[in-house]
Each structure stands twice: as structure tokens, then as C-alpha cells.
């Protein structure tokens, strides 16, 4: 009798809170208002759905620069966030300023203006690159903010004896490389305090793309290869499934070699909409 084939999608695919609560407010703004609509930077790491709100008039504005001379309307600040110093030009200007923020996000803005008030040294596990990481380094007033994103750079890490530490993460950051890098720096004997700001969200997800990868004979990963979220998914799969594939739509997939497995597992990245969660599906189930 022949296997039967399954395709199984993670509950935790997609969109989460925070950028699905921009998501539908930039499509909201842009349906409804007679004035220009910005964002500040692309409002998700998602080309398509890019692509699609600019179709719609709305224009992205480069998060490297200060606000441009442009015609008055709404300024929506993306899921990601931005430095104080950037919230407070946008709010102060002519335009109407819209947060976005994630809550999550938005935690971490007041815990590390908090705790660098009291003069400790801010320590940020997470990518220097990303957008969140970024913002949240505008909000800190120590006069020390350091960014750690390898072993390399928590072994290399030193503080004065006296010196206070607050550690605090990028929400979408790896929570076993989180863990092990506190480790490193818990071992120097420091004075720290350590906050696990790694989203419910993110932890869920990357837990139930392990599940899945270690029972599927291949998993497919939907999302923009510049979303910092997929790429740690990317990774944590192809450890446990060779047969892992990371693709931004269903074009990206050849589904014809999909017939070759008996299971395969489908996970996205918080940026990726369910319209593409749900094409690789079918595509995928269509093949088996």
C-alpha cells in the first residue's frame, strides 16, 4: 500500500501582531485619504506586498536620511520602529505621524531609556543592520550602547569592574543563539540584568519550524530574503532537514520536486502574507 503523502502548514506561519496591525493600517490609510501617505522605510520585508502599496500611491521613504521636504500627509512609522531622535522629527514636522511601532518593540524603546538613565551600559543581542536593532539603539543615553551578534563578539566583550550591564534582544532573534551569548557574558562575571525581549511570537514560531523539521522529509520556508525573522527560520531548518528550501513566492519553487517526498512542512517569516502561505500550499499539495 502506498504512504500516504502530507503537507503540513506551521499554525505560527505568517504574519504576526505587530505587522499585521501596520500592514492593515497603511492599506487603510491608503484606501481612505486624500493626502499622500509615507512610510518610513518599506512597512514590511516583503516585496510583494510592497510593490502592492505603492500600486496604491504610497511612498516609501529611505529610513537612512532624515525626513525630506515633501508634501504634507501622514508619516507612518513602520513595525520596526525608529531612533527617538527620528520619532521626534517626524512628530514635530507638519505631517500627521503615525506609530506603528510593535508594542514589543516599542518595550524594549522604554526599558533601555530606563535603564541607561541609571548609567548602565546597554547591550543589544542582535543583527547591527536591522531597522529594530537601529531604533532601539536611538533610545539609549548611556553613554556606552554595544551591539553583540556572534560568539566572537561575546568572548571579546570586557567592562569595567563597577560597570552595570542591561541586556536586552531584537524581538526576531534566535532564541538559542540569544541564550548562548548571555551564557558567554554571564561568565565574565559582570554585573548584569538580563531581559528577554525575543517576541512569544518569534519563540513560537522558530519552536513549531524545529518540530516540523525533524518529522518532514523537506520544508519549505515563504519570505523576503531581507527578513532578518526567515533567515533564522531558514537556518534552524536545514540543520534538521537537508531538503530545506527558502523561496519569496511560489515561482521561486520547483514544485515538480516536491513528488519525491512523502512530507513536507511549510513555515513563513512574520512579513509573509497568507495569500503566499496559501499558493505554496496549494501548489505544493497539487504536486504530492
Given at each position: 500500500m502506498e504512504e500516504k503523502k502530507s503537507v503540513t502548514v506551521a499554525k505560527s506561519a505568517g504574519f504576526c501582531f505587530g505587522v499585521k496591525r501596520a500592514v492593515d493600517f497603511v492599506y487603510e490609510c491608503a484606501s481612505s485619504s486624500d493626502k499622500p501617505i509615507y512610510t518610513y522605510g518599506p512597512i514590511i520585508h516583503n516585496e510583494v506586498v510592497t510593490k502592492e502599496l505603492e500600486d496604491m500611491g504610497?511612498?516609501?521613504?529611505?529610513?537612512?536620511?532624515a525626513l525630506p521636504n515633501i508634501p504634507e500627509g501622514t508619516v507612518i512609522i513602520r513595525s520596526h520602529g525608529v531612533t527617538r531622535e527620528r520619532?521626534?522629527?517626524?512628530?514635530n514636522s507638519i505631517h500627521k505621524c503615525e506609530d506603528m511601532t510593535c508594542p514589543f518593540v516599542k518595550k524594549i524603546h522604554r526599558l533601555v531609556e530606563e535603564h541607561s538613565r541609571l548609567k548602565e551600559t546597554i547591550l543589544i543581542i542582535g543583527n547591527p543592520e536591522h531597522p529594530e536593532v537601529q531604533g532601539i539603539?536611538?533610545?539609549?543615553?548611556?553613554p556606552r550602547t554595544v551591539v553583540i551578534n556572534s560568539k566572537e563578539e561575546a568572548f571579546s566583550f570586557s567592562a569595567k569592574t563597577d560597570e552595570k550591564i542591561c541586556i536586552v534582544s531584537q524581538t526576531t532573534y534566535n532564541y538559542k543563539k540569544f541564550q548562548e551569548l548571555v551564557e558567554i557574558i554571564s561568565q565574565k562575571g559582570y554585573d548584569i540584568s538580563v531581559i528577554n525581549t525575543i517576541?512569544?511570537?518569534?519563540?513560537d514560531r522558530q519552536t513549531e519550524a524545529l518540530s516540523l523539521a525533524r518529522v518532514c522529509d523537506a520544508m519549505i520556508v515563504v519570505g523576503?530574503?531581507?527578513?532578518?525573522?526567515?533567515q533564522k527560520l531558514y537556518e534552524i531548518c536545514k540543520k534538521e532537514c537537508a531538503n530545506t528550501y527558502y523561496i519569496q513566492t511560489i515561482d521561486d519553487l520547483d514544485v515538480t520536486k516536491m513528488n519525491k517526498f512523502h512530507s513536507v512542512g511549510i513555515t513563513a517569516g512574520a512579513s509573509t502574507p497568507n495569500k503566499l502561505i496559501e499558493e505554496v500550499q496549494t501548489n505544493v499539495r497539487n504536486e504530492l
Open positions: 504610497v511612498t516609501v521613504l529611505d529610513p537612512e536620511k520619532f521626534n522629527e517626524i512628530s539603539c536611538g533610545w539609549s543615553e548611556s517576541c512569544s511570537a518569534t519563540t523576503s530574503l531581507a527578513s532578518s525573522n526567515t
